[in-house]
Nanobody, 125 residues
């Protein structure tokens, strides 16, 4: 099992950048596929980005809505996964969650077994 803690959220202006971090517990971090999801107020949770399980980082995939602006990466030595968010838009405002699962990257939230508590990202004009 793994425990996840997100950090790095905050209030920013449109066009700004943020980097979210997700610190994972346990020595098996490199064995998990990691994902970022977000949930805006009144909306369902949606997939943002995922990165594969290999110790070197694995393959990545990002949602079309953030492609070209967001980048997911991981540092297995630090047991940490990151979400670099550039050119933030008002519609990026949401609670961002880190998640982990065994196997490949999937977009469905229910496929992930472990979740962090979330970190709020608010983008203002």
């Amino acid at each position: 099992q793994v425990q996840l803690v997100e950090s790095g959220g905050g209030l920013v202006q449109a066009g700004d950048s943020l980097r979210l971090s997700c610190a994972a517990s346990g020595r098996t971090f490199s064995s998990y596929t990691m994902g970022w999801f977000r949930q805006a107020a009144g909306e369902e949770r949606e997939f943002v980005a995922g990165i594969g399980w290999t110790w070197s980082g694995g393959a990545t995939i990002v949602a079309d809505s953030v492609k070209g602006r967001f980048t997911i990466s991981r540092d297995n030595a630090k047991n940490t996964v990151y979400l670099q968010m550039n050119s933030l838009k008002l519609e990026d405002t949401a609670v961002y969650y880190c998640a982990a699962r065994e196997g490949g990257v999937l977009r469905k939230p229910s496929a992930y077994d472990y979740w962090g508590q979330g970190t709020q990202v608010t983008v203002a004009s």
